[in-house]
Nanobody, 117 residues
Framework: QVQLVESGGGLVQAGGSLRLSCVYY????????MGWYRQAPGKQHELVAS???????NYADSVKGRFTISRDNAKKTVDLQMNSLKPEDTGVYYC???????????WGQGTQVTVSS
């Protein structure tokens, strides 16, 4: 069983920055992808950024150039540096880890990010 614990959410003014951190406990066999998703009010759950074990990173178009994802395989952590935040970045951010060789997919409890205009 894998458990993910997020931290770092909060309230920030537009143009500000926040850093989200996530650590996972337990083991997931083989290659995997860690990512951050968000659920904004009235919007679909969306992938914000992801980072694979091999180092491949992907970003939603809406955050490219503003957000940076980083992971440390040894420490089992993934961080999301969010700069130039906009009100539309508001939502609950969830950390996840997904196996690339099985159907295993685990989620954190979510952390609230609120960007005021």
């Amino acid at each position: 069983q894998v458990q993910l614990v997020e931290s770092g959410g909060g309230l920030v003014q537009a143009g500000g920055s926040l850093r989200l951190s996530c650590v996972y406990y337990g083991s997931i066999f083989g290659l995997n992808v860690m990512g951050w998703y968000r659920q904004a009010p009235g919007k679909q759950h969306e992938l914000v950024a992801s980072a694979s074990t091999a180092g491949t990173r992907n970003y939603a178009d809406s955050v490219k150039g503003r957000f940076t994802i980083s992971r440390d395989n040894a420490k089992k952590t993934v961080d999301l540096q969010m700069n130039s935040l906009k009100p539309e970045d508001t939502g609950v951010y969830y950390c996840s880890i997904r196996s690339q060789i099985s159907s295993s997919h685990y989620w954190g409890q979510g952390t609230q990010v609120t960007v005021s205009s």
